[in-house]
């Protein structure tokens, strides 16, 4: 019994020296205990340019199938990384990229108009828009969208535009509460009319082309309201104008 209980110690003795041996030496050694690096910030490099700084630091990587798009970056430019800058990651690590896109997305163009400015304003944040210029004219509703323009052009609800663009707002005054004579604009140049239009405390509209040989081209041969007709500060004047015939 007495040599069992030696023998005993001794394997139990033996088998802790293995296992501190395995845990203090050789596992280290295997797994390069405490060789870190830290992970680089890559926010705004191109893929070309974090790859190579991803390889000098001895770390992996991999582009995750999901894209974003920021408008201000370049296109695939580092939008995002797993793990963060910064963090302490062993040798070899694969760190996954999310790319910023070549082309931005197309959003659907929700309708503004009769919305107030700080509602759109919010609305045009949330969809990933930018406020454009904002341009009042006389109206009776006050910081009320009146038209919604993508590059100098009225788009509708429905209409796309991508991701990032800029929204221009026509709104109103508060102040479209008097009555006006509708000047008359036959016969007038295009770019005349639309300055008396202006100038009158109305709005162009609708601009319609016409063929036709019997005036000179640009001229304004019928405009709706008519003539004369009273109507409110920033009514819309819709023209018809003579164009070239072919």
């Known amino acids: 019994m007495k040599k069992i ?17 395995f845990l203090k030496m050789y596992l280290p050694m295997y797994t390069n205990h405490g060789e870190t690096v830290s992970v680089p910030d890559l926010s705004g490099y191109t893929y070309d340019e974090a790859a190579n700084i991803l390889d000098r630091a001895d770390l992996q990587y991999e582009v995750s199938i999901d894209s974003g798009f920021n408008a201000d970056m370049k296109p695939m430019a580092i939008l995002k990384q797993i793990p963060d800058p910064n963090a302490q990651v062993k040798s070899g690590k694969t760190i996954y990229l999310t790319l910023n896109a070549r082309n931005a997305p197309m959003l659907k ?14 609305i045009l944040s949330n969809m990933g828009l930018e406020r454009g210029d904002i341009v009042y004219v006389p109206d009776i509703g006050i910081n009320v969208v009146l038209e919604q323009k993508y590059r100098g052009v009225n788009v509708p609800e429905g209409f796309e535009v991508p991701k990032g663009a800029r929204i221009d707002l026509v709104v109103g005054d508060g102040l479209g509460n008097q009555i006006l004579s ?13 300055f008396l239009i202006l100038g009158s405390s109305l709005r162009v509209g609708e601009k319609y082309y016409v063929d036709t040989d019997s005036v000179e081209v640009g001229q304004v041969l019928r405009q709706s309201p008519e003539a004369a007709l009273q109507v409110k500060t920033g009514e819309l004047i819709d023209l018809w104008i003579a164009k070239e015939n072919f």
């Open 5 to 21: 209980f030696i023998h005993l110690v001794i394997i139990i003795g033996l088998s802790f020296l293995l296992g501190f041996l």
């Open 182 to 194: 509708v000047p008359d604009l036959t016969g007038m140049d295009e770019v005349e009319a639309e």
């Open 109 to 122: 163009m929700p309708n503004l108009v009769n919305s107030q400015l700080k509602n759109v304003q919010e």
